[in-house]
C-alpha cells in the first residue's frame, strides 16, 4: 500500500519509513526540516530512505493548505501517519505560535487531505503530555484529559478531538498514539538522554529538574515502531465504544480509538542517568533544580488496550536501550 508520513526526517517517522519501505510499502514523506533541532542529523536520516525507488520525498511546511491538498490529490495515498508536530513542553512557553501552526494548522490540513481522498486509515502523533495533573498512576486512555498544563498538551489532546469529529463526520478510522519518553539511536537533540550525553562527554554539568524525583516510562525506538505499524494495520471498524460510559478512549458514533504507547514499567530519572553514566565509563556532574513550568514528575504508561488490541509488547529494557544509543552516538559524533 501507499503509506504517506509527516515528519519523514523526524526521529520516529524516520524509522517508521524504514520498516514500511523493507516491507513492499510505498512511502510518501512530507518534511520541512525544521531548524528547531540540528537539520543535519535530520539529513542524515533521510539519507538512508531518500534514495530507495518506493520512496517519495515532498519538502514543504505541513503548514501549507495549497501544497497538502496538491500532495494527497497527486499521491492518494492509501493510509496516512502524522508525526510531524512541533515537540517539547518547554519551548512551548517562548513559542507558542510554531504549535499553532504546526500542530492545528498543519493537523487540519491533513484532516482535509484524509477526508478528501477517502483513506483508509489516519494513525496520528498524541503525546502522554495529555494527562497533564492527573494523579492516577499508571495513566490509562479510559481516563479523563481535560487538565492539560502546556501548550504542547493541549494541542495534542486537540489533536484527538479533531479527528474523532473528522472520524465522526466523513467515516473514515483514525487512530491516536499517546507517546511516552522515546529514545534510542537517531533521537532527537532536544531529549535528556541526548542531552546528558553530550554534556557528560564534554566534562559539563547536567541539569536534573525536580532535584532528581522524576519517574518516565522510557521507550526504545523500536518497541514504538513496532507498535505504530501494528496499529496502521488495524483500523478500527465502526463504532469503537466500550460499555455504556462515554470513554475518552473511543467512541459510539466514529471509527476512532486512542491507545497508550510506550513502555509500561516506569524508571526513576536517577537510574536512567546512572544506566548512562555505566556506559560512558564518566560520572555526571549534576545541577540538581526545581520543576520546570509544564512538566509533570511522573510519567506511567498503561498498554494493556494496546496488548489486547494489536498484540504489543515492549521488549527492550533501558540497560539495553541507552547502550545501544551510546553506541551510536560514539560512532556518529566520532567520539
Not at 163 to 186: C, E, N
Request: aromatic content about 10%; glycine content about 8%.
Amino acid at each position: 500500500m501507499k503509506v504517506l508520513i509527516t515528519g519523514s526526517a523526524g526521529f520516529i517517522g524516520n524509522r517508521v519509513s524504514q520498516r514500511l519501505l523493507a516491507r513492499g510499502d510505498e512511502v510518501v514523506g512530507i518534511d520541512n526540516l525544521s531548524p528547531y533541532y540540528d537539520v543535519e542529523l535530520k539529513k542524515a536520516r533521510l539519507a538512508q530512505v531518500i534514495d530507495h525507488p518506493n520512496y517519495t520525498e515532498a519538502r514543504f511546511d505541513m503548514a501549507d493548505r495549497a501544497a497538502v491538498a496538491k500532495l494527497f490529490e497527486e499521491q492518494r495515498p492509501d493510509r496516512v501517519i502524522n508525526l510531524a508536530a512541533q515537540a517539547g513542553v518547554r519551548h512551548s512557553l517562548i513559542a507558542p505560535h510554531d504549535y499553532v501552526d504546526t500542530n492545528l494548522v498543519g493537523f487540519v490540513n491533513i484532516l482535509e487531505g484524509c477526508r478528501a481522498v477517502e483513506v483508509e486509515h489516519l494513525v496520528y502523533a498524541s503525546s502522554s503530555s495529555v494527562y497533564g495533573t492527573n494523579a492516577q498512576m499508571p495513566f490509562t486512555v479510559h481516563d479523563k484529559v481535560d487538565h492539560p498544563i502546556s501548550l504542547y498538551a493541549a494541542s495534542k489532546r486537540a489533536n484527538e478531538l479533531m479527528a474523532h469529529t473528522y472520524s465522526h463526520l466523513f467515516g473514515f478510522p483514525s487512530t491516536g498514539l499517546r507517546f511516552f519518553t522515546v529514545y534510542g539511536p537517531w533521537g532527537r537533540p532536544d531529549m535528556a538522554l541526548f542531552l546528558f550525553t553530550k554534556a557528560i562527554l564534554a566534562g559539563e554539568p547536567i541539569d536534573v529538574f525536580n532535584n532528581g524525583q522524576m519517574k518516565r516510562s522510557f521507550t526504545y525506538i523500536d518497541d514504538i515502531v513496532e507498535g505504530v505499524i501494528r496499529v496502521l494495520d488495524t483500523p478500527p471498524t465502526g463504532t469503537t465504544a466500550i460499555g455504556d460510559e462515554e470513554d475518552p478512549s473511543n467512541s459510539k458514533t466514529a471509527p476512532f480509538r486512542v491507545f497508550n504507547i510506550g513502555s509500561d514499567e516506569a524508571v526513576s530519572l536517577m537510574r536512567y542517568i546512572e544506566v548512562l553514566e555505566d556506559n560512558l565509563g564518566i560520572k555526571a556532574v549534576k545541577n540538581m533544580l526545581p520543576m520546570q513550568p509544564g512538566d509533570v514528575a511522573a510519567t506511567w504508561a498503561d498498554v494493556n488496550d494496546l496488548k489486547t488490541t494489536v498484540g504489543y509488547e515492549p521488549t527492550t529494557t533501558v540497560e539495553e536501550g541507552v547502550k545501544k544509543f551510546v553506541e551510536w552516538y560514539k560512532d556518529y559524533y566520532g567520539v
